[in-house]
T-cell receptor
Framework: GAVVSQHPSRVICKSGTSVKIECRSL??????MFWYRQFPKQSLMLMAT?????????EQGVEKDKFLINHASLTLSTLTVTSAHPEDSSFYIC???????????FGPGTRLTVL | GNSVTQMEGPVTLSEEAFLTINCTYT??????LFWYVQYPGEGLQLLLK?????DKGSNKGFEATYRKETTSFHLEKGSVQVSDSAVYFC?????????????????FGQGTILTVHP
């Protein structure tokens, strides 16, 4: 089946630093990837839609300058949390769409802790 | 847009008990329906799906039938195991708006935490 990887799986950083999270589709080309944020015991909150070769589309309430998304190729999207603060600590999950049936394949997630 | 309402948890069962997690939806047309599972500390995995009305999705002993009459997609398993302990999400496409910017997006239920005891 389709496999999506994320790197790193865990990251701890100091307040004010920037953190980059990579999302890769390993065995298929994904023109569209999604970035989610998940708080403990809650559902996924869609942050943005990432399309290869174009600007990301952000959901209402998500700061574009805070969460920079780059979809450099058909197999790679990156999320950079700029000037991270403790309130940015969360579980970040990416996914990639495989076909027109909207089936998404999810990465294993990245646990970000900002001290 | 489309929406989904999922049975609230948490659900706690003994091993070999019968499981039902309810999911109802509101949608335009007949979109594909999905159940995703999230094991502790991991991302989501597709558990099963149904792409049209009356389809039954099944995987790992779990089943869900796409029922358009009741707009439901309830998840069932006849005999749960400790290893089934996880969070389960019902999902469907978000639907289309005038700008077509909803393509590929999913809307998720709030998730149901399942704990199975030996």
């Amino acid at each position: 089946g389709a496999v999506v990887s994320q790197h790193p799986s865990r990251v701890i950083c100091k307040s004010g630093t920037s953190v980059k999270i990579e999302c890769r589709s390993l065995d298929f080309q994904a023109t569209t990837m999604f970035w989610y944020r998940q708080f403990p015991k809650q559902s996924l909150m869609l942050m943005a839609t990432s399309n290869e070769g174009s600007k990301a589309t952000y959901e209402q309430g998500v700061e574009k300058d805070k969460f920079l998304i780059n979809h450099a190729s058909l197999t790679l999207s990156t999320l950079t949390v700029t000037s991270a603060h403790p309130e940015d600590s969360s579980f970040y999950i990416c996914s990639a769409t495989l076909n027109r049936y909207n089936e998404q394949f999810f990465g294993p997630g990245t646990r970000l802790t900002v001290l | 847009g489309n929406s989904v309402t999922q049975m609230e948890g948490p659900v706690t069962l003994s091993e070999e008990a019968f499981l039902t997690i309810n999911c109802t939806y509101t949608a335009t047309g007949y979109p594909s329906l999905f159940w995703y599972v999230q094991y502790p500390g991991e991302g989501l995995q597709l558990l099963l799906k149904a792409t049209k009305a009356d389809d039954k999705g099944s995987n790992k002993g779990f089943e869900a039938t796409y029922r358009k009459e009741t707009t439901s997609f309830h998840l069932e398993k006849g005999s749960v195991q400790v290893s089934d302990s996880a969070v389960y999400f019902c999902a469907l496409p978000k639907g289309h708006n005038a700008g077509g910017t909803s393509y590929g997006k999913l809307t998720f239920g709030q998730g149901t935490i399942l704990t199975v005891h030996p």
